[in-house]
């Protein structure tokens, strides 16, 4: 081979020297590395010194029906032969390979790997059913391609591999773009390279070094230095190639090399930059949670093995789940995670159980997701986390510093916020206060990405975009492909090697552990700034709202296993001892909690997945539901002992339990007379009695103790009775006149009057007047109409099912109007019906309900829902002024503003609210309750409810379907401080009890098994301990109350309980003992309590 420039003399005027034109030469630095055109004759034809396709044959085994098999079963499939070129699909089957390799004669003590590519993701299996790595082929643009096994670093020729290749038919990135309306079912997979190949190492390492290099010339400023050297360097390198020619590629390599070993530099830079891979794994979201355990398995796989090459390569994964989906399909991957963990690789972080939404979990599901998530990690590495790491969340409650570092967590991780898009967020490094004024450090990365690309881009914005300088000189560089997995591929590990200590860059890199980071940052920060309450993020507003069935069910479970929960301990550790031989189910409430916490992962709970992740959802929703309904029935049968009974002729009366901490002064309960003995009538006083129009009894329930179980026999008539009124009114014409769109021939309407409230409505059922008789304040705004539905055009920016936009406001009309009827008319409650027909496509039935027991106007609703980027909403204008709204949070509550003063403002146009939302005034206030919606936007006195959305990506299918929900509007005396607006949107929510009971309960009545002196300060949980005593055989009961503050308080509550108690300590989420608590006569505990705190108490108690 002869070599140019070799001539004795050299070329005249120093033609092999950089010339002075930059941007050409930048182009051919870019043509020297690029695939396709050229790569036969640039960098790219020095990366392989061998190639075979021959050596390699290939069988494969279709699984049918688009299952996911274990290797076993693999095993037992029949295997045809196939080749390169052909193609696999649809989307989301799998096919099982069967490799055989045979060790040509020139690949001979060559260092061999295996190469495949079908634009999809693999797992590698060896013969004997151990996984190995996972591979990821061009698909989704080829971001995260990683496509070769090493197969032995020194061949023999005429060796035989042999192993199976586990393929799915989906890119790394899932099965559509976000936005697309759902997966092409069409797509499938060619397979384009199955080779044995050995690499090329100078080839391979001047691809690493020239890569970078071009980055260091297009991305730092062009008066560095750095930027200069490198220019003259690359083109050096470039000059001195030659194809097909191992000398040239050396000295082109070492060039290479002298310039990055020339820059290091001494010491450290005044910037630190805490580098570590990072693997974001959505445990479902363009894919079902099956395939997300496969994920898990090839990422970490992969990441092990590039642990296995570089001692100094640290990782960090999050999500118990997905450790226990890892744990449970690839315990052989899980031996090599603890076995990397303890070398300080593999590092755990999160301390929860799925990455969840905490916009809309419940504070107790944020709790267990602690609890589950940390005693994972517990007992699988012999430690919990310490980091909070929760990068892509759609918003942060205000109660996660208070509840993380109850889990043993003071440091968090997240990035999101610098999604925000009105708004930029001030800080990278700051002092995060809670409701409650707990603080723990957070530290945003200032790279904005948990998936950095270890590009030289993102370390300068690690830099640049550092806004907490003057406090800290220390931030953390999450990189690693995300969202589908992959993790970071091994050049990015190297390129930040080759920069993490380049004398001209701004910034020293180290690869870190997280928990160290923090360590640092804490130690050496100084003075800095406090954020107080939620992390707002100003995205994604849409998500409060999207997939409402899903929102529905969330709701209606934590419920359920709230009761579930607090009957169960009732049932074990009731002195009374009514239950012998009950065992709390402890396993199945573990079993079914795992699958709620699971269903609150930030693309499932808001509504953001694909159909066939909701086809899971629902089914384990419908799990949770069945079986949560037996644990009930079975808990309140042993609670009830003898007097509960399965045969209906023998039912006479009911049990009506209590399960909230406070006395309800007065309900309404529905008996469905069918569960009865044939015999139980409603008889006596027909004014004070009624049957519901479906034909149950419509019992009339005061003086209902707190936490109390209380017999009812028909019959009783109660003493503060006073029955409520529905009569056919002449609307005046003021009122009517604010109809604007249909034309009003009769101003008929209605008035319903009880001892608390005069509601009018017109003849549509829209509220005209609502009177707070105690106050005599009207609660609707003058000329204005409540319970008014509303449609608005959602055509958001970017993403469909996550995002609703300020603009949308502006284009909103009202939906189509039916005529309202009577249908229950008391003594006990009034019912109007109204059916709208909404649009030409979707309707809308409403029972208005007003009982004779208190001053609520419940909403029923049932809709069929069938459009197109609408939003439906209703709307109540109230006669209330005030600047801020409050929104019921997680244990406690946050205030809005009602107006768009600033920026900040404006952009909470659209917020997250839980049981309630009010609008209060002195003296006066008006909260709208909800059983399953959470988006709320209040403007001046507009009180408004985001009730359904309809986009069409990632689903199309999304909320068309029927829905049933209710909403209540509730007057009240006072402001919000003021006012019981806790205790009845909780009531609204935990209806009392109803259970069917044997004649003669006498022995049953008024159980009373808490009783708390503190108004504001809610008992929310009893649950046995994880680790209750009673498993070791003691016969003695650990069981956990958790009460919250929700009033913004303090004081100090007396809480009289029915247990005999042993022992009393204050404990923490994790149920680890703390301080004890005062006792009184055995059974008083006494608590102090300070604004918005979460106390957690644990109690030791004799069921005998
Ligand atoms: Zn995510």
């Known amino acids: 081979m002869q070599r140019f420039g070799t001539t004795k003399q050299p070329l005249s005027n120093n033609l092999n020297t950089l010339q002075k034109h930059r941007d050409i030469t930048i182009e051919r630095f870019n043509k020297f590395v690029q695939r396709g055109q050229f790569e036969d004759v640039n960098l790219n034809s020095a990366l392989w010194k061998k190639r075979s396709g021959n050596a390699v044959t290939l069988k494969v085994f279709p699984v049918p029906d688009l299952k996911r098999i274990s ?149 730092t400023p062009q008066e560095w230095q750095l930027n200069g050297d490198a220019l003259y360097y690359a083109d050096k390198v470039i000059n001195a190639f030659r194809v097909n020619d191992e000398r040239a590629l050396k000295e082109a390599h070492d060039i290479a090399a002298k310039f990055f070993r020339d820059h290091q530099k001494e010491g450290r830079s005044l910037h630190q930059i805490y580098a570590v891979g990072h693997c974001h794994i959505d445990t479902a979201w363009l894919w079902p949670y099956d395939e997300t355990k496969r994920k898990a398995g090839r990422s970490w796989s992969r990441q092990i093995t590039f642990m296995k090459l570089n ?222 309450g939620e992390l707002y993020l100003e995205f994604h507003r849409g998500t409060y709202t999207s997939h409402g069935l899903v929102k529905k069910y969330n709701r209606k479970c934590e419920i359920l296993l709230r009761e579930v929960e607090f009957l169960s301990t009732l049932a074990l550790a009731n002195p009374h001892n009514q239950a012998p031989g009950f065992v709390y189910p402890s396993a199945e409430l573990e079993r079914i909690w795992k699958l709620v916490l699971l269903n609150q992962f930030h693309d499932v709970l808001p509504g953001s997945s694909l159909k066939l992740v909701y086809d899971d959802v629902i089914r384990f929703y419908e799990d949770v539901t069945l079986t949560g309904e037996k644990l009930k029935e079975k808990a309140l049968q042993a609670l009830m002992g003898h007097f509960s009974s399965a045969n209906k002729t023998l039912r006479q009366a009911v049990a009506i339990i209590n399960t909230t901490s406070w006395p309800i002064d007065a309900t309404l309960v529905e008996v469905d007379l069918t569960q009865l003995s044939a015999g139980v009538k409603l008889h006596g006083d027909f004014t004070w009695q009624q049957l519901s129009k479906r034909g149950h009894a419509l019992v009339y329930v005061d003086n209902l103790g707190a936490g109390s179980i209380q017999t009812f026999t028909f019959g009783n008539k109660p003493s503060n009775f006073v029955p409520i009124k529905v009569q056919q009114i002449i609307l005046p014409s003021s009122q009517t006149n604010a109809d604007d769109f249909v034309n009003v021939d009769e101003d008929t309407g209605f008035e319903v009057e009880n001892n608390f409230i005069i509601a009018k409505f017109d003849k549509h059922g829209r509220l005209v007047s609502l009177l707070e008789k105690s106050t005599k304040h009207e609660a609707i705004a003058p000329d204005q109409l409540g319970n008014v539905f509303k449609l608005f055009e959602d055509i958001p920016i970017y993403f469909d099912a996550w995002d609703i936009e300020a603009y949308h406001l502006e284009k909103g009309w009202d939906a189509d109007l039916g005529l309202a009827t009577i249908e229950e008319a008391g003594p006990l409650r009034v019912v109007l019906f109204v059916k709208h027909p909404l649009t030409e496509l979707s309707w ?213 309980t029915l247990f005999n108690i042993v022992e009393a300590n204050f404990c ?17 505990l006494v608590i102090p309590f300070k604004p918005f705190q979460i106390v957690s108490v644990r109690l030791l108690v004799s069921p005998k």
Request: proline share 5%.
């Open 71 to 219: 290797f076993e079963e693999a095993m037992k499939g029949e295997y045809k032969a196939t080749k390169v070129g052909e193609w696999f699909g649809p989307i989301l089957a799998t096919f099982w390979f069967k490799v055989a390799v045979v060790i040509p004669p020139d690949f001979e003590g060559e260092e061999v790997r295996f190469e495949f590519d079908c634009s999809n993701e693999v797992m590698v299996w060896s013969t004997g059913g151990i996984p190995i790595t996972g591979l990821t082929g061009t698909g989704g643009g080829g971001e995260g391609r990683h496509v070769d096994y090493l197969l032995t670093e020194k061949a023999v020729a005429g060796e035989i591999f042999e192993f199976y290749l586990e393929m799915a038919c989906n890119d790394r990135d899932g099965l559509s773009g976000p936005d697309s309306p759902h997966p092409n079912p069409d797509v499938n997979f060619r397979l384009d390279i199955a080779d044995i190949t050995v690499r090329n190492k100078l080839g391979y390492d001047l691809m690493t070094y020239f890569k970078l290099m071009i980055m260091l010339v297009k991305d």
């Open 311 to 532: 001692p100094k390569f640290t990782f960090t994964a999050s999500q118990a789940q997905q450790y226990a989906w890892v744990e449970e399909l690839y315990p052989t991957i899980f031996k090599d995670i603890q076995e990397f963990e303890k070398k300080g690789q593999f590092l755990p972080v999160g301390g929860t159980w799925v990455e969840m939404d905490c916009n809309l979990t419940s504070g107790e599901s944020l709790c267990r997701q602690f609890l589950f998530g940390q005693r994972y990690f517990e007992s699988r590495f012999g430690k919990r986390c310490t980091v909070f790491w929760l990068p892509d969340t759609f918003g942060y409650s205000s109660q996660l510093p208070q509840i993380s570092s109850s889990a043993g967590m003071k440091y968090f991780f997240t990035q999101k916020i610098s999604w925000n898009n009105i708004n930029k967020f001030p800080h990278n490094t700051f002092k995060w206060a809670g409701l409650d004024n707990t603080e723990v450090l957070c530290h945003f990365p200032p790279a904005d990405t948990y998936g950095g690309q270890c590009t030289v881009v993102d370390l300068l914005k690690s830099v640049h975009n550092y806004k907490d300088k003057a406090y800290s000189n220390k931030s953390m560089y999450s990189y690693g492909n995300g969202d589908g997995g992959g993790g970071p591929l091994y050049p990015m590990i190297e390129r930040l090697e080759h920069l993490g200590n380049l004398e001209g860059m701004p910034a020293t890199i180290q690869n870190c552990d997280p928990a160290r980071f923090f360590e640092e940052l804490d130690a050496t920060s100084r003075d800095l700034n406090r954020w107080k």
């Open 844 to 1056: 809308l039935e409403q029972r208005i309900i007003i009982t004779a027991a208190d001053g609520l106007i419940e909403f029923e609703n049932k809709v069929d829902w069938r459009e197109n980027r609408i939003c439906l909403k209703v709307e109540f204008p109230l006669n209330v002024n005030c600047d801020y709204a409050t929104y019921e949070t997680q244990f406690g509550y946050i205030q809005r503003p009602t107006h768009y003063n600033t920026s900040w403002d404006l952009a909470r146009f659209e917020v997250c609210g839980h049981r309630y939302a009010d609008l209060s005034e002195y003296g006066f206030g008006v909260a709208l309750l909800n059983d399953s919606k959470y988006g709320y936007s209040t403007k001046g006195g507009v009180m408004r409810m985001s009730l359904l959305r309809s986009p069409k990506g990632p689903d199309d299918t999304t909320d068309m379907e029927i829905h049933q929900f209710r909403f209540a509007l509730y007057p009240h005396k006072g402001s919000f401080l003021q006012s019981d607006v806790v205790k009845k949107a909780y009531q609204y929510n935990e209806k009392p009890i109803v259970h069917p009971l044997l004649v003669d309960p006498e022995n049953l009545v008024e159980k009373q098994f808490f009783v708390s002196s503190a108004a504001n300060f809610v008992l929310d949980t009893v649950k046995v301990a994880e680790d209750s005593r009673v498993a070791e055989g003691k016969g003695k009961v650990d069981i956990i109350l958790r009460f919250y503050e929700s009033y913004g308080g303090r004081g100090v509550a007396r809480v009289e």
């Open 1068 to 1084: 923490n989420i994790l149920e680890d003992l703390e301080d004890s608590v005062t006792v009184e006569e055995g059974r008083t």
